[in-house]
């Protein structure tokens, strides 16, 4: 079980997928076949990898989610827990498949993602119930959009310190959970989330970022472009560290593993964010999604 009383403790309510990545030279368009590289499978799902992305960084984690009753939720709860995570709220849903995502990366590092949610479709409110005790201890509860809505929303009610929320993948019409004190959107996302086209302008990103209601500050992940935030009548970009990419597919979710850990240590939201956006510079330079996320050495290295 999860000690309770040495701070400070991360909180994860999410999903566990089992990553199928092909490489390939550019992505399939509708009726296009197209050939791609040799097949790697990794430990992945946004709730593990934000989970591991904290407990890499240095932060004691504990995790809320499901698997299958198959070889991949052996895998991914092995993973995950060698990564230092707690998983004694892992449970094991029986004739059910474990989460997968099937991901192709380009030439330019970009991915394309589809997800069968399996398992993580079955967790529920009930879950973050039984985890109640957890989640009100926490520094830090994060949480995503690859389980059901109302687990979001349970897993708000019961989360005792900040509520960072990713709403990712982005899902029109999904009513955010109440008591967000940090919402880290994407271009994407945002526009989702407002109902409008997808922000191109840092005017348009500030705009829609002040449609949203009921959340405290967002800050919004512009991938090359860097991170924008956006707290009350103020706003603050924070360019990108320049590095090779060669795989992206992680980096949102180190982004925010790595914004959580330094919110729960106490820096201030725009130090945290840029301590945040170092950690994901450093994952889009490894391929796949656990094995790219940085140790706490490197990224003070990369800092120093």
């Known amino acids: 079980m999860t000690d309770l009383t040495s701070p400070p403790l ?8 089992l990553d ?4 390939v030279r550019h992505h399939a368009t509708p009726g296009e076949t197209v050939l791609g590289g040799d097949l790697v499978r990794h430990p992945g799902g946004k709730g593990a990898n934000q989970a591991v992305a904290a407990a890499r960084l240095g932060a004691r984690v504990a995790l809320v989610g499901r698997v299958g009753d198959d070889d991949a939720g052996g895998l991914l709860r092995s993973a995950v827990r060698a990564a230092g995570v707690d998983v004694s709220h892992v449970r094991t849903t029986e004739g059910t498949p474990s ?4 991901i192709t990366v380009d030439e330019r590092a970009e991915n394309a993602i589809t997800v069968s949610p399996g398992a993580n479709s079955r967790l529920a409110a009930a879950d973050c119930e039984a985890a109640s005790e957890l989640l009100a201890a926490a520094a830090v509860t994060l949480l995503q959009h690859e389980v059901p809505v109302e687990v979001d929303h349970a897993a708000a009610r ?4 900040l509520l960072v929320h990713n709403p990712a993948p982005a899902l029109v019409g999904r009513q955010l959970p109440s008591g967000v ?4 959107p994407n271009r994407a996302e ?4 407002t109902g409008r086209p997808e922000p191109a302008t840092r005017g348009e990103l500030v705009a829609a970022a002040r449609e949203l209601t009921g959340v405290g500050a967002v800050v919004v992940t512009l991938g090359a472009d860097g991170v924008l935030l956006v707290d009350g009548s103020t706003d603050l970009h924070l360019p ?3 590095v090779d990419p060669v795989d992206t597919t992680a980096a949102g979710d180190c982004f925010c593993g790595a914004l959580a850990v330094a919110l729960a240590e106490g820096r201030p939201l725009d130090r945290a964010a840029r301590w945040a956006a170092v950690a994901a510079a450093l994952s889009t330079t490894r391929h796949g999604a656990q094995p790219s996320l940085p140790t706490r050495a490197e990224l003070d290295a990369a800092l120093s």
């Open 181 to 184: 004190d940090v919402l880290v």
């Open 10 to 17: 991360i909180a994860v309510v999410g999903s566990l997928n």
């Open 158 to 161: 019961l989360a005792g310190g």
């Open 20 to 23: 199928l990545v092909v490489p």
């Open 240 to 242: 990108a560290r320049p």
């Open 99 to 102: 989460g997968h995502a099937l």
């Open 190 to 193: 945002l526009g989702a989330l």
